[in-house]
């Protein structure tokens, strides 16, 4: 491998202008593993179209990696599985997968994966979206046979850079907070461009399982790279912050 990813390098794929999904990912992969990020890009004047294209274009944005040595790609946009097709999606990632001999892993698809390891079917759900990626994300996650509970949605600036990207993790917090206690097998605070961490590692709740686009997407590479199925016994961990929270706490100067 590579001097600073002995066990594993990861691609890792992320909208141009987002701002958390690669920090989180550096904070949570443990030592000996490491991501380098190749940056989606699209001009579409929309947000929705720009999450399109990014599907429509990840072929060619892997090769930014050229023959990087990586073990396994992560597609770290939530938003971008709601908008296209699952057949056609997972055709395709299964394609490029096969042509490049190496895992390819959604956050969408490892947040289902860690839900249907909790053994989870009613969710609470935080989330930062507008209103057209929000409804079509309930469709989503209704149609992987999960029941939407409670759902507590953010409101982000539309002045700013990005109505998503700019909120701070005191957002994650507070909409954490208004579902704690809900009757719900599991809570997931949707976005990969919101930061969480410190959210999970603050949480007052400790009975409801809560996951995160990023903190799935990381969990759900390295059981790749396994070949074996995903378990609760490998995802507790990660929930619990074992794994990552030291890392966090450093990078944050605690």
């Not at 938003?79 to 190496?102: C, F, H, K, M, T």
Request: with cysteine.
């Amino acid at each position: 491998m590579t001097e600073y990813a002995s066990k594993g390098l990861f691609g890792l794929l992320t909208p141009q202008a987002n701002t958390t999904a690669e920090l989180e990912v550096q904070i949570l992969c443990p030592p000996g593993y490491a991501a380098l990020t190749a940056r989606l890009t699209s001009d579409r004047p929309t947000m929705e179209d720009r999450l399109i294209d990014y599907v429509a274009q990840m072929d060619d944005t892997i090769t930014r990696f050229a023959n990087a040595p990586i073990k396994a790609v992560g597609f770290a946009c939530t938003g971008a599985s709601y908008l296209v097709d699952p057949d056609e999606e997972r055709r395709s990632l299964d394609a490029i997968a096969q042509r490049r001999g190496i895992p390819f892993v959604t956050a969408a698809q490892a947040i289902t994966d860690a839900l249907n390891c909790l053994g989870a079917r009613r969710i609470g759900v935080v989330s930062p979206y507008g209103d057209s990626l929000h409804d079509a994300g309930m469709v989503y996650w209704t149609a992987r046979s999960f029941d939407i509970g409670p759902i507590e949605r953010l409101a982000g600036q539309e002045a700013a850079f990005h109505p998503i990207y700019s909120l701070s993790g005191n957002a994650s917090r507070a909409g954490l907070e208004a579902l704690e206690g809900s009757d719900v097998d599991a809570i997931v605070i949707l976005g990969t461009g919101l930061a969480t961490l410190g959210t999970l590692l603050g949480r007052q709740d400790q009975r409801i399982p809560v996951l995160t686009p990023n903190l799935a997407l990381v969990w759900g590479m390295l059981e790749a790279l396994t070949g074996l199925a995903p378990t609760r016994a490998s995802l507790d961990p990660w929930l619990d912050g074992s794994i990552w929270a030291h890392r966090y706490r450093e990078r944050m100067g605690g």
